[in-house]
C-alpha cells in the first residue's frame, strides 16, 4: 500500500506559475502510474494529468494541454506538476492519485486507488 503526500501549493497571480510534488512511499513507486486530479468548490473533481509507470507516456486534459508538465522521478518516488500560465479557473484543491501500471483508465479517477491529502491551488486575477 502506498501513502502519498502533495506539497508545492500556494497563492499565485494569474500568469505565475507553481510546481507540486507528490511523495510517495510504503510501495514499490514504479508498480504504479501516477495522475494528479483536482476539485473547485461545488464542481466535481476532474482529471488533469496522468505519467505512466515508466514516464514514458503522458496524459493532459484539454484544459491545461501546453501549459502543465507531468514528469516523475522513480528513483526520489516522486512525481511532479508544474503549472505555467496559470489561470483563474486552475484554482482547485489538486490531488495525486496513484493506480496499478497494468490496469485502468489513466484519465478516469476510479482506476486509481491511493490519493494524497490534496493541496490547494489559488490563483487571483
Known amino acids: 500500500q502506498v501513502q502519498l503526500v502533495e506539497s508545492g501549493g500556494g497563492l499565485v497571480q494569474a500568469g505565475g506559475s507553481l510546481r507540486l510534488s507528490c511523495a510517495a512511499s510504503?510501495?514499490?513507486?514504479?508498480?504504479?502510474?501516477m495522475g494528479w486530479f483536482r476539485q473547485a468548490p461545488g464542481k466535481e473533481r476532474e482529471f488533469v494529468a496522468a505519467?505512466?509507470?515508466?514516464?514514458?507516456?503522458?496524459y493532459y486534459a484539454d484544459s491545461v494541454k501546453g501549459r502543465f508538465t507531468i514528469s516523475r522521478d522513480n528513483a526520489k518516488s516522486t512525481v511532479y506538476l508544474e503549472m505555467k500560465s496559470l489561470k483563474s479557473e486552475d484554482t482547485a484543491v489538486y490531488y495525486c492519485?496513484?493506480?496499478?501500471?497494468?490496469?485502468?483508465?489513466?484519465?478516469?479517477?476510479?482506476?486509481?486507488?491511493?490519493w494524497g491529502q490534496g493541496t490547494q491551488v489559488t490563483v487571483s486575477s
Open positions: 505519467i505512466s509507470w515508466s514516464g514514458e507516456n503522458t
Open positions: 510504503g510501495g514499490t513507486f514504479s508498480s504504479y502510474g
Open positions: 492519485a496513484a493506480k496499478n501500471r497494468y490496469y485502468g483508465d489513466y484519465l478516469s479517477s476510479r482506476s486509481f486507488s491511493y
